[in-house]
């Protein structure tokens, strides 16, 4: 893994207060986005992936903290910042948010304002940070929409959300991202609620704009496909904790943890014979407020070892580096 | 581990359990419940909670105002009250009977007093508190008397039986409309609907006093008190069931939408069945929300109408006929404690509203 | 948008046939009609008239004919502004309602604005600060207003004005303006006396306002656009105020539609606690004495004024929904 990371997340654990208790959302997870490389993060929905994005912006719902670890920003330069001990309302924070940090995301429908137009939108979040006035933001805003695809921007920069289509509005959510042109970018779910054809034109989109401008993706989804085709690195999440971290090719070859052996055998595959039964992974993902003991895993692992995995959790996949949180590996060295 | 149980028993609860359990955490409309249950018993018992007649008029103890009980005296515990005794006024030569407290009248409980129906069947003269031997004149005047010189405080326990109850029948009569068109609307759908709720909107878009009063006034006089009582409860109803409607049809078309009730049509059970079994009790805890928010706003118009005079009249005796007595600040300034009969109004308003509110968060967390 | 306006207008006018049609039945329901109240109140006074006098003075005011008849006969009249004659007051019933009308919707317009103006800040705080001492004092309060009606406040508030401070609180002039005619000096004792009627009308109405306003703000602000919002890095205040809360306006505005004739109600029984020279006394005055022509057109202005309340803000939420504007459908 090449270059300094822009970002590092070190251990971090989100807990959320609700009726019944608190639930801790994400437990001692790790990972690096570095520039110009693509990490991807999957899951089933629920793992965390989404918790860890906000928890990055300092945007967590009311009800949610950061109880532990750190986010920092430019680790190991003078200008490192750990963004867990900034006020989330801090005018440092948010200067990160949109500037540094750019968010897109899952449903390009409810994401943007319907009140307002396209304009409107991406103005102010060009004029959020160094602002170049009116007209010149103007200008920015239809280039800006113009780099993310969308043809005639002169006369969309003025059009309401719901004028545009579902493919057209995710370029837009993806302009509004670039808009205080950040070095990171986080894309939670980019393309789930797209067909497929516009989701494989705004993934390319995503691809291309992420190479020109040497920013550090972090792409979330559930979706094997998208990370085979997009992503450098990944990181896998179960149930708040990052099950395995490598390089993509080195976890399709070789995958270490028996979660990830399961999520790829659970991708259809072109080659199977007809009729073949699509495997699936057994049970469902537990209640996060009823966490199993141990690896959470361990009620679904089809090689658990009772008395060692439902006792203590397997130590986490170490910052940094390739590996999985898993006992069988610890007993392979 | 506590919370893993009761996740375990919430998971198998049915739909009713379950917004019980989130019920009983709102503690404000816990307490409500209780008001509220207090209410109706109050409502039930009136006569043995009523001290006086609460129709007796006597000239002699007009505007006496409240008196308190005394629970000691020198000779130790004795709960009396102060007789009444004539004093003439020298100014204006008038008669005027005060308190006296010279005059110890011994106050029991399960007193002899005037003879009602308990629950309208059992004739009977016990009361919980009265004066261990009644007197023509005196009495216990918790709350004081009115220019008639009737009990204010029996007066307000008989009343809740009639604003309750209004309220209820007016309910129950705004439900059955409420369901039936706004089932109708919602299940439907097409030139129903649309029809429906063109007569909802007009309906709601009257302002409905004026209205109220028009309807109120064409009452004939000569009525009985049990006949306009009942014209009353249809008018108020006649109002009120938009409200009722607009969320029956509100249910109806969120659920028909839903996947257990799109999955049981796959399934091909019948229209009949799909209401019963799997629509009816998804909206049921909605439904009680409803009607307990639409309670205060019934109880609310009939005290308006009768404290206009339109509603209900006299001998019946409801909170808005008390309150018809305070209408006039002269009055008021003589004998304040005439609007002591806001108080339970205030009082189940605030109840009924709590309790609704906690029904609605408890029956929908989410919406 | 044309098709959008074109429903209103319609839904409107049907409104307004439905208002005439109950108007007629209310003043039509009583058994007897104004000569049987006239006959009935000449003889308490020792007089009386003959039955060929009673039918000639049907036939006067048309009451001999089919009901439907006199539906239209009266329906002709009020298109062109003639509201007929007060059978009680023996003068054009315009004159009699005179001023009342207006004062009518002066006090409930007031409360409008007032309701506005109270419970928007109060809902957005209460929302944005959702379980805060503040919002629970807010709630507390709210529910106090629903709790308490609103002839019951006004009763009270005049209690404790005549007692504490001797004042008589009530009425919209002073007695030296009462009868005189229309002057600034006289539209600002106006302006004087409208405040505590339309506090008295508003309570009520800002408390249901306050919850719904806290209600879709909080939905609203569980939106993602306030998240895509907030990402952008603006400050939270500034993204709240211009997100949620501009989403929120929308039902909000829309609740006038029910609010207003909510308030128009209870203008007339809070007129009739304070002695406001509005329709509210006159509509039950004439209800009592049968008096047709009067109590139906006040009930009919009544309505249809609410109706064309109810439009206006239909026509302004329009305009302030793009989505409205632009498609005519939400």
Known sequence: MADRPLLSVRELAVEFRADTGTVRALDSVSLDLRPGRVLGVVGESGCGKSVTARAILRILDRNGAIVAGKILLDPGTTAEVDLTAL?????????????????????????????????????????AHNDPGKSVARQRAIELLRDAGIPRPETRVDAYPFQLSGGLRQRVGIALALAGDPDILIADEPTTALDVTTQAQILTLLRRLQRDKHIALMLITHDMGVIAQMADDMAVMYLGRVVEYAPVREVFHSPRHPYTRALLRSVPDLRATPRQRLATIGGAVPQPNARPSGCPFHPRCPEVILGRCDVAPPAPVPPGEAGASCFLLEDAV | MSTALADDSLAQAGQLRLTWLRFKRHKLAFVSLFIVALFYLVAIFADGLAINDPHATDAKRSYIPPQGIHLFDEDGFNPHVSGLTGKRDMKTFKLAYVPDPARKLKVVLFAHGYSYNLFGLIPTDIHLIGLETPQPVDGIFLLGTDQLGRDLFSRMMVATRISLSIGLVSVGLSLVLGILLGGMSGLYGGWIDTAIQRVIEVIRSIPTIPLWMGIAAALPNTWSVTQVYFAITLIISFIGWTELARVVRGRFLALREEDFVIAAEMLGASQLRIMLRHMLPSFTSHVIAAVSLALPAMIISETSLSFLGLGLRPPAISWGILLQDAQNVQVLAGAPWLLCAAIPVVLVILAFNFLGDGLRDAADPYG | MLMYILRRLLLASITCVAISVLTFVIIRLPPGDFIDAYIANLASTGSSITADQAEAMRHDYGLDRPVIVQYFLWIARVVQGDFGVSMMWRRPVTEVIGDRLWLTMLVSFSALFLTWTIALPIGIYSAVKQYSVGDYIATMVGFLGLAIPNFLLALILMYFGFRYLGLSVGGLFSAEYAQEAWSWAKAWDLAKHVPLPACVLALAGTAQLIRIMRANLLDELRKPYVVTAKAKGIGNLRVILKYPVRAALNPFASSIAYVFPYLVSGSIIVSLVLGLPTVGPLLLQSLVAQDMYL????????????????????????????????????
């Open chain 1, 87 to 127: 006020n989330p309302e801090s005018q440092a924070m948010r200067g990160v948010r949109g500037a540094r940090v750019g968010l897109i995301f899952q449903e390009p429908m409810s994401a943007l304002s319907m009140q307002y137009t396209v304009g409107n939108q991406l103005i102010e979040a060009i004029r």
């Open chain 3, 295 to 330: 109590a139906g057109t006040i009930v009919l202005l009544l309505g249809i004024m609410t109706v064309v309340g109810t439009l206006i803000s239909d026509l302004l939420l329009m305009w302030i929904e793009p989505r409205l504007r632009l498609t005519g459908r939400l």
